[in-house]
């Protein structure tokens, strides 16, 4: 008789859809996973931490490290599930440090599971991907070399979802996603099927023909000194040229500009130099800029993953304010932006090591710290623990929380480029 499996259905730690369900959240990793079940004949049920001893195995797809905070939340708590009877194979993009939820998952699959995961199911873990827990081994992110064939349906938007791509050859130094996936796929960056507005390269603005009512861009880095250090490479010009091409199409344009602020060399001069950029601009037509910054995170496995964290300024703090307007031209502060709080819990599950449970628990449960507002939450941690293992700057022969992990890229070769751009950014300083 096969088993009774089931995926956990928790509370997010941020909402990302007005119906806030598993279907509608499109977890699309969780659903080729469901694909590859179905179409082997298993059945699949969910179950909620309370009802988990109702399931055998239970599956976990982790999208963010806000996940992985939203499932301690979600399961700590409960003595089933210390010491449960069923089974909890984990993964998906988040799982990158399992330290924080390793007393609570059994199986964790790195990378891409379709092919292997019935095997999975069937107990046979003998995979370079798939970790046993408690056991910490050192593991390879399990690529593909080719794109999904199948097509799968998300349900809510009457859509189907094809894959048209995987990963992106431009390996900025700070994202994870470039290095801990290879390109597949000639495609560079589209996810129009999956979002209302189109998200892009900056430097194929330049290709659009038509007027669009909003648009989806990353900059990346305030300055294009910023930029150039990390890979990031997209001059002043070109952000110009992007502006004055998409504001010269008749109507009202919103480009969304993702933003990498708190950079380890960042200064006050780079913000400033973004707005002598826009004095730069003249747009025919109206433009807005919402830019949304997201704070540095050294992310495991990128060439950046040994530098330090910055938690002010606070960009959370000016989210929604206007900071250059002109003529055809303004530009505002997200509303997204992260706090420093928010930036500091991501940052200690990324860099959370197997003695990080207690300064974990309190974060998750401490009544009397969640009175408080972001800059007091991170005082009074920083006053009851030892905060620098999750900010400080790491040298690059220390071994690092996530040492288990590896990708297509040899870990050597990614320390090489760390050791030159530090060597850069000592020069530069
Ligand atoms: S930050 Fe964007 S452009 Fe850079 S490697 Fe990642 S996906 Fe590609």
Not at 264 to 279: A, M, R, W, Y
Request: charged share 25%; glycine share 4%; proline share 4%.
């Amino acid at each position: 008789m096969k088993n009774k499996i089931a995926w956990l259905v928790y509370r997010p730690e941020k909402k990302r859809n007005k119906e806030n369900t598993f279907d509608s959240n499109y977890n699309i990793g969780a659903l080729v996973v469901n694909n590859e079940l179905i179409k082997a004949g298993y059945e699949i049920g969910y179950v909620t931490p309370e009802s988990a001893n109702e399931a055998d195995i239970i599956l976990i797809s982790f999208t963010s490290t806000y996940d992985l905070i939203a499932y301690y939340k979600a399961v700590s708590k409960y003595k089933h599930w210390k010491n449960r009877k069923f089974k909890v194979i984990a993964g998906g993009f988040g799982l990158q440090n399992i330290n924080s939820i390793k007393n609570y998952i059994d199986i964790a699959v790195f990378g891409r599971a379709e092919g292997q995961i019935i095997d999975i199911i069937n107990g046979n873990y003998d995979y370079d991907n798939v970790m046993v827990l408690p056991e910490i081994k050192p593991i390879k992110i399990r690529q593909v070399d080719s794109l999904y064939s199948d097509e799968i349906c998300l349900i809510k938007k009457n859509k189907v979802w094809k894959e048209t791509f995987v990963g992106c050859p431009n390996r900025c130094k700070f994202c994870h996603y470039s290095w801990a996936r290879k390109k597949v796929g000639t495609v560079t960056y589209l996810s129009e099927r999956l979002v209302n507005k189109p998200q892009i390269l900056w430097k194929d603005i330049k290709k659009i023909n038509k007027y669009l009512s909003s648009l989806k861009a990353a900059m990346d880095g305030f300055s294009e000194k910023l930029r150039n250090f990390y890979g990031k490479k997209i001059s002043n010009l070109e952000i110009i040229e992007g502006i004055e091409h998409i504001g010269s199409f008749t109507g009202t344009t919103m480009i969304n500009v993702y933003n990498i602020c708190n950079m380890p060399n960042e200064t006050k001069d780079d913000f400033d130099e973004f707005k002598l950029v826009l004095d730069k601009c003249n747009p025919i037509n109206k433009t807005i800029i919402v830019l949304q910054s997201s704070p540095f995170r050294p992310s495991p496995i990128t060439p950046m993953q040994w530098e330090p964290v910055k938690l002010l300024p606070d960009w959370h703090k000016v989210s929604g304010t206007t900071f250059y307007s002109k003529n055809n031209l303004l530009a505002v502060h997200s509303l997204m932006n992260e706090s420093c709080w928010s930036h500091l819990v991501t940052t200690i599950i990324e860099r959370a090591t197997e003695q990080s449970e207690k300064l974990i628990n309190t974060i998750c449960f401490s009544s009397k710290l969640n009175k408080y507002k972001a800059e007091q939450k991170v005082k009074m941690l920083e006053h009851h623990f030892d905060l620098s293992p999750y900010l400080r700057e790491y040298d690059v022969e220390e071994k690092l929380p996530t040492w288990y992990l590896e990708s297509y890229t040899p870990n050597e070769k990614i320390k090489k480029m760390a050791v030159k751009l530090k060597q850069n950014l000592g020069l530069a300083a």
